[in-house]
């Protein structure tokens, strides 16, 4: 050991105990450690060897499968991030790309009366119903002024079958 | 000791999961550590437990290592690695006490020592406190540096010469 090496054992013990001391200090150290070499310690079996180096490989296997697993686990849940990311994305961006929602309602009438392209037709259909409304008008002035002469009962019944089959002629477009 | 270099190179192989490297790292610090364990234990069998608790610690922890002595780090988990061992034999014998004292006839003393093969200096060295038997062993094997074994240690650099000084001059005198 490098440390060991360069290390002055004279020099450190004269900071602690002086220089008169230092060399006897070092002595003792040298034949204390001079004993423990010449009474080796026995070696460990070959077969304890073996059995650690399996141990450490088994180990190593062990460390390697637990990192793997721990790498797929972070993998899978970086990719199941950056999924749900897109997903929210996608959303978000289908969101904004959308038209204007229109507004849905059921109308009363016909889809024909709307649909319809054929001005002519609809020119003509409009004085026909312009006219039966005129028709009533003067019906019901008629029939405000006792101008019928004729049983008012009868005007009125006659008036709303008129009604009806406008309002049914009006609707079928 | 390995070269520098060498060592540099499994230790880099260690650090990257390679079994060749460490391998190689058992083949060169097996002997070393198992001596330390053995003079501080006095017995083959707690030794090679505790050789394989240094290597597969060494596994777990070789990521942490960041540089400087190499040697000093493998020591100073195998210091560690000693003294749970001698709290845990301690707690073990406080129960053993118990016991003792509950089936005086049944229980005898745990064999401690490897008594048919011990030697003179292991003798005398249980005849010294486990904490200067534990330095005397750390500066003999671990060939470090005082002022290594005093950060292992986490002790200032005078104690440890102090206590390695008298410990080693004691131990001469019980060797005469």
Partial sequence: MNGRNEENLKELFKKFIGAELSEQAVEDIRQGEQILRSHTAPEPDSELIADIKAEITANLLHKEKNTFRKMLSKTTAVAAGFILLAFIGVKFFEKNQAEPERLVADSTLPEAVWQSECLADDSADSAALLT????????????QFGENGDNGYEAVTEMEMELTEINVDFWKG | MAKSNDLAQLISGCKSGNAESFSKVVDTYASRVYGYFYRLTGNRETSDDLLSELFVKLVE????????????????????????????????????????????SEVSDAKEYDSDRIDKLQVQLNRLDAD??????????????????????????????????????????MMK
């Fill in chain 2, 132 to 173: 200067t038997r534990e330095l005397i062993m750390l500066r003999f094997y671990s060939q470090a540096s005082f002022k290594e074994i005093a950060a292992i240690r986490s002790e200032p650099i005078g104690t440890t010469l102090s206590k390695l000084h008298r410990g080693l001059k004691k131990l001469r005198e």
């Fill in chain 1, 132 to 143: 039966e409304v005129e028709q009533i008008e003067n019906d019901l002035l008629a029939l």
């Fill in chain 2, 61 to 104: 922890k070789i990521g942490s290592f960041r540089g400087g002595s190499f040697e000093s780090w493998l020591f100073k988990i195998a210091s560690n690695i000693f003294y749970d061992y001698l709290r845990d034999k301690q707690r073990r014998k406080k129960t053993l006490e118990v016991l003792k004292k509950q089936f005086e």
